[in-house]
């Protein structure tokens, strides 16, 4: 059977460092597997689980959408979308929750963190906010699914729920897809404190580099960043437990694509200021082009919104002919 890779991400921040190297970044290579179609989704449906101001959230659908673009999602090898665009996705989900039990939805680590001490209070949608997220999987019958560790638990849902249905329904319909779960060498830390993800939630803009970010503020924010009073070590292993000097060599690796162990070496030694400076540099060389080529799609709104219609269309497609084949098994009316 064919690979059909998916993913996507949510419309609700500037896409930051950690987005960039924790799961963009990664679906750019998995273009040129042979013989694999590639999805790529802007979640906004995902993104009204919490309220957006309407204006916004449209525009930052397309921002997502050039930041795909601009860091080498390439319309001709991938189909780029916007999942309100495929109406199968919210009627997909629909038939999918008769199959999602209550008990393991509250069990999500997510919705617990995001509803907090409120549950009685939260919108059903970020309850259900995981078999939006089957459906999105299941009706591509992707086969593999490349993202951050901390969407697993949703992926493992997934797969009970493609289980379910065939189980019920009495045939291998749906595919259960394999998690591809980019690893913690990617898992990029605040600067301001290497025991917290870098996330778009954190108040302090210092804690992260987001991708529009110009030069001026990367090298200010880098120059900025927590280290400790030690200098480099000189193995990987000198600096175990050393959280914010860990993070920053993560970052230099992960964007110089060396090894960590060659960047400790290469800067064994050396003081802070120095070191920034060598990173800043990385990072801005590598960071620069994509959000000059961001820039420019921004200007061009049009050529974003042509891309997206294109992929919108695929995907009606492949979707419709999921969405057909599951409402005709659960016996549902057609003409
Ligand atoms: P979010 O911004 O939380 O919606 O996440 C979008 C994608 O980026 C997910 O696949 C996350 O796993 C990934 N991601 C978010 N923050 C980080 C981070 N600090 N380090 C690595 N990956 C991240
Ligand atoms: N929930 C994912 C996130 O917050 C985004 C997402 C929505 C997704 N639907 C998906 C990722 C389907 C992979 C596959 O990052």
Redesign the pocket.
């Known amino acids: 059977m064919s690979k059909r890779i998916l993913?996507g991400?949510?419309p609700?921040?500037q896409l930051?460092l950690?987005?960039y190297?924790?799961?963009l970044k990664n679906w750019i290579g998995l273009q040129d597997e042979p013989g694999a179609e590639n999805f790529y989704m802007v979640a906004d449906l995902h993104a009204i689980t919490v309220p957006q101001e309407p204006a916004h959230l449209r525009q930052a659908t397309r921002e997502i959408a050039a930041a795909y673009i601009a860091a080498g999602i390439d319309p001709h090898k991938s189909t780029l979308f916007v999942q309100s665009a495929v109406p199968a996705h919210a009627e997909g989900m629909w038939l999918l929750s008769t199959m999602a039990q209550m008990g393991k939805l509250e069990r999500m680590t997510q919705f617990k963190d995001k509803a907090g001490k409120n549950a009685e209070r939260v919108g059903l949608g970020l309850f259900a906010y995981p078999v939006l997220m089957a459906a999105d999987i299941l009706l591509y019958k992707a086969t593999h699914v490349p993202?951050?560790?901390?969407?697993k638990q949703h992926l493992e849902l997934t797969r009970e729920i493609a289980s379910t249905f065939n189980t019920r329904y009495e045939g291998e319909y749906l595919i259960q897809p394999e998690p591809m779960i980019?690893g913690d060498a990617?898992?990029?830390?605040s600067l301001q404190d290497g025991s917290k993800?870098?996330?778009?939630s954190d108040p302090s803009e210092k804690s992260r580099i987001n991708l529009v970010d110009d030069t001026d503020t990367i090298v200010k924010k880098i120059k900025k960043a927590k280290t400790d009073t030690e200098p480099m070590g000189d193995s990987l292993k000198s600096i175990e437990g050393r959280a914010e000097v860990k993070n920053l060599v993560t970052i230099y690796a992960s964007l110089a694509g060396i090894s960590q162990e060659e960047v400790v070496q290469r800067h064994a030694g050396t003081q802070w200021g120095p070191f920034k400076d060598a990173l800043a540099e990385v990072v801005v060389e590598h960071l620069a082009p994509i959000t000059k080529k961001m820039r420019d799609l921004l200007n061009e709104p049009e050529e974003i919104d042509r891309i997206l219609e294109t992929g919108n269309q695929r995907a009606c497609e492949v979707t419709e002919s999921t969405l057909s084949e599951m409402q005709d098994i659960m016996g549902f009316w057609r003409v």
């Open positions: 993913s991400m949510q609700t921040a930051h950690g987005n190297l924790g799961a993202v951050g560790e901390d969407q980019i990617t898992r990029v830390m993800k870098m996330s778009k």
